[in-house]
Every structure is written in structure tokens, then in C-alpha cells.
């Protein structure tokens, strides 16, 4: 697989995302030993970006992620996130936006000691914590470069201010945001600003929580406790109305000969050699087919039309989540 930039990162053009691996999706998720065989044939294939975070479990995603990588670390781009999570409170397993200095202290000693590892190399903020001013948050983890115990810095559904004032105090590598044909929020304000700065982006959910793959067409086909289910895009009209958008994906996989999750996938790498997206998995197969997307070839033609789709129907997510992202 070729390799993109997120600021002076290199990684291969396409992630991992490994949320769903034990969290949100699947009920119970992977086994050990399932996880550890997709994250191996993940890095076989050059997939070298994996993107786990604290909250997902919470804990249970880092400490699977970290068995799985073990024996091949040096291979893997290790990427977690803090923030959502309140280590100064007593109780630690409550959400709480906490990105005080001390949090981020405590923080990241959980992540180390859960992925097993002595260095994170893209530490994200997972959400803006408004009662901390960025300035000092980018500064704890200024000084948790110096240490050695990170080597990049990273953002989560930041707006263009808060990216600015950031990166003042120490350069941040990547933001990671959901994007996708159907999340086109950071194009117009956030995306001009990372290329000014030399900021990578790392678009999650970039086949639309598996919508653009093209693989159902009602919550029926999805598990009673997958979390799509509560998602204003999955609901009613709005799913009815998404429908249409993936159906263009469709005509167009059909003329290049890929399928609707490579289409989804090489229009965000059309975006520029500093877009790093994570599909997440938990199938071989899938991990496969999202990686040959580093080979499918968009015409300009091919591309223009899926630039001319319209977003997907409905919020993101609930109103109280969509209260934490900037936009």
C-alpha cells in the first residue's frame, strides 16, 4: 500500500478504525485471537494506522488492541484517544469532557499501560473539553512529547479557532473528523485550515457506519443492540431519502469495476496525499476489500459526480452528542 502524510507522520493511505471490534456494533465483538488475526493481516496488507480510544468499552478496545499488536508494534501506527473520559473526579468510568493537564496525565498512563506499549504515536483530544482552555490541554501534551511517551499530537471535531490556537502552542499532526459522501461537514471551513497549517486529516466513519458499502437496506438487518439504530440517519425518511445516495455509489463501483465501499473510500483519497480515513471491521474479507481501495482509480468525471451528491438526511447523532462537536 502507498503512504500518505498526516502533518510529519507517514502511514499507510488507509487505517483501521478499531471501535467496533469490541464496542457499539457487534454485542461482544472479536475474540482475542480474532482481533489479533485482522489487526496482523491488517499490517500484512500496509494498513498500519489503528485507531482505538479510552472510552471505547471503555478500556476493554485499548487493552484488545494492545494483545493484538503485541510481537509487532514497531509495524503499527498506534493511535488512541483521551477526553471523554474524567480521571480527577473518583469515578472514572462516567463520561466527563475532562481535558485538564492532570486528566491528560492520568490519561495517558492508562492508555500506555493498556496497549502494552512505552509511546503513543498520535495522541487525539477526543472531544473539545469547554471548561479547559485548549492552550493548556496542548500544553500537557506538549510536555508528554518532550517525555517520549508520545510522538504526534491530534484533534477530534475541532472547529478552524480552536485548530488555530492549538497548533500555536505545539504542531498538531492529524484531526480526525467524520467524513465521508455523507459527512461532508469539514470541507468548507475545517479542511482549508489544516492545509494552511500542514495538519493531516483522518476522516472516521468513512463509509458512513457501513451505509455506503451498500450491504442493507432497513434496521432489520441490523443486531437489536447495534447502536445504528438510535442514529437519526438510520431512522424513518432519512434512511428512506440515504438510499438514493447510495445507489449513485452503486452505478459508479459498477463502471470501475470496485465495489461501493472502494468508491466511498478512493473519493477521500482523491482529497489529498494528507487524508488518512479508518474504516473500521471486524472481517478479513472487509479489511481486504477497504485496502484494494488504495487501488481503484476514479475518473475526473467519476469524481465530480460524487462531489455533486447531497450530504445524508438527518443529524449525525443525538442531540446531547451533537452538542460536543465544533464545527
Known amino acids: 500500500m502507498r503512504t500518505n502524510k498526516l502533518g510529519g507522520l507517514e502511514t499507510g493511505r488507509i487505517g483501521l478504525g478499531a471501535m467496533g471490534m469490541s464496542a457499539y456494533y457487534t454485542g461482544a465483538g472479536l475474540s482475542e485471537g480474532d482481533a489479533r488475526r485482522l489487526v496482523h493481516r491488517a499490517l500484512d496488507l500496509g494498513v498500519t494506522l489503528i485507531d482505538t480510544a479510552e472510552v471505547y468499552g471503555p ?53 500506555l499501560r493498556r496497549l502494552q506499549t512505552d509511546h503513543i504515536d ?21 510536555e508528554l512529547v518532550a517525555e517520549g511517551k508520545v510522538r504526534h499530537l491530534g484533534l477530534s471535531e475541532v472547529g478552524p479557532e480552536t485548530i488555530r490556537r492549538a497548533h500555536a502552542v505545539h504542531p498538531i499532526a492529524a484531526v480526525q473528523s467524520e467524513y465521508s459522501l455523507w459527512s461532508r461537514d469539514p470541507e468548507n471551513r ?8 500542514g495538519i493531516g486529516l483522518v476522516p472516521y466513519s468513512p463509509l458512513g457506519r457501513g451505509f455506503l458499502g451498500g450491504r442493507f437496506r432497513s434496521l432489520d438487518e441490523l443486531d437489536p443492540d447495534d447502536w445504528r439504530r438510535t442514529n437519526p ?38 482529497k489529498g496525499d494528507d487524508v488518512v480515513p479508518i474504516p473500521g471491521t471486524t472481517r478479513i474479507a472487509r479489511l481486504e476489500e477497504n485496502a484494494r481501495a488504495d487501488e481503484t482509480a476514479l475518473t475526473v468525471e467519476q469524481v465530480a459526480r460524487l462531489d455533486g451528491l447531497a450530504p445524508a438526511a438527518g443529524d449525525r447523532y443525538d442531540a446531547d452528542s451533537m452538542a460536543t462537536v465544533e464545527s
Not at 125 to 139: A, L, M, S
Not at 239 to 256: G, M, Q, T
Open 233 to 270: 440517519r438510520f431512522a424513518g425518511d432519512n434512511l428512506r431519502a440515504n438510499l438514493a445516495l447510495v445507489e449513485e455509489v452503486e452505478s459508479i463501483a459498477r463502471e470501475a469495476s470496485a465495489t461501493p465501499a472502494q468508491i466511498a473510500l478512493a473519493w477521500l483519497l482523491a
Open 190 to 197: 475545517v479542511l482549508p485550515v489544516l492545509r494552511e497549517l
Open 59 to 111: 478500556y476493554s478496545n485499548e487493552e484488545l488492541v494492545g494483545r493484538a499488536v503485541r510481537g509487532r508494534r514497531d509495524e503499527v501506527v498506534l493511535a488512541t484517544k483521551f477526553g471523554q473520559l474524567s480521571h480527577t473526579n473518583g469515578a472514572p468510568e462516567e463520561y466527563a469532557l475532562d481535558s485538564s493537564p492532570a486528566n491528560v496525565r492520568l490519561a495517558v498512563e492508562g492508555s
Open 122 to 142: 498520535l495522541y487525539h483530544q477526543h472531544r473539545v473539553d469547554p471548561g479547559t482552555p485548549i492552550e493548556e490541554t496542548v500544553g500537557a501534551l506538549g
